[in-house]
């Protein structure tokens, strides 16, 4: 019953379209003054909802929003991502992939190919990709807590080549400068003749779970194309963000939802005061 009544509060706020005050909420849920005042406490107390202009008017909390948002499968995401993915892949002739953080690991979830190119690209694969040696998973790390980075660097590092970075300073550093620069690079660290560059995907206000990157040859990856590289996967990103938060409900999802419930009935019926 308890959760009941969160649950038809949040949908209320929700359906509502804009902050409704405590009394509206009461109103339009028939509950007893105490007990509502009490669940919208309990509600604000975990982030679920918010008075953002602190004006006594509550609407959907950028926690339950981030919740959201990391419950996307990555058949969703991949829809609205891959046209952005598939006109970057274009643009730039390399192959570019879309990377998503797993609990501790960053998985490679999709990959757009150079359909026209005149010269030879390098499909990345799919799958987990190490979390200290790959260009998606390092653009991520850099951005994460610092709970999370220490996990990172406390743990056993594989070497793959010559270049795989095994030090803990080594890879402090770099996080260091992958956030001062917007992307992080490989450089033949997983497999020799090899490059990658990547850079973060900001989804709202959770911060990065994603990350964009392209992958080729390290005679055509130098360090100047790595950098107009980087820039312009930085530009891409914010793309991919975008479509990723409006993709939080789907309009299929939304076609498939049943009708408003009684009390988001009312909530639509409450006069909106400016």
């Not at 975990?46 to 602190?54: G, H």
């Not at 992939?97 to 990345?124: K, M, Y």
């Not at 001062?180 to 911060?207: M, N, R």
């Not at 990103?237 to 789907?250: D, E, N, R, T």
């Amino acid at each position: 019953m308890h959760l009941d009544r969160l649950v038809t509060i949040l949908e209320l706020i929700a359906m509502a379209g804009r902050g409704l005050t405590a009394v509206e909420v009461q109103k339009a849920t028939g509950l007893p003054r105490p007990t509502c005042y009490r669940l919208l406490q309990t509600l604000a107390e975990n982030r679920l909802i918010d008075d953002p202009e602190r004006s006594s008017r509550y609407v959907i909390g950028e926690r339950l929003i981030g919740i959201a948002l990391l419950g996307q499968s990555d058949i969703d995401v991949r829809r609205v991502c891959a046209p952005v993915l598939r006109e970057a892949a274009l643009n730039l002739e390399d192959s570019v992939f879309l990377a998503r953080l797993r609990s501790s690991d960053v998985e490679i979830i999709h990959v757009e190919t150079p359909s026209n190119s005149t010269r030879g690209f390098i499909h990345p694969g799919f799958g987990v990709r190490p979390m200290h040696a790959c260009s998606c998973s390092k653009a991520i790390a850099a951005f994460a807590k610092e709970s999370f980075q220490e996990n990172i660097l406390s743990g056993m590092f594989n070497v793959y080549t010559p270049h795989t970075k095994t030090m803990r300073a080594q890879l402090e550093t770099e996080f260091a400068a992958i956030v001062q620069q917007g992307y992080a690079e490989c450089h033949e660290e997983i497999d020799i003749g090899v490059s990658s560059v990547a850079a973060p995907v900001l989804v709202g206000k959770i911060g990065t779970t994603f990350s964009v990157g392209a992958v080729g040859p390290v005679r055509r990856f130098t360090k100047q194309y790595r950098k107009r590289l980087g820039e312009d996967l930085i530009a891409i990103s914010a793309k991919l963000g975008a479509a990723i938060q409006l993709c939080a409900v789907s309009q299929d999802r939304i076609a498939e939802m049943p009708g408003p419930t009684e009390p988001q009935q009312k909530a639509k019926q409450l006069p909106n005061h400016h």
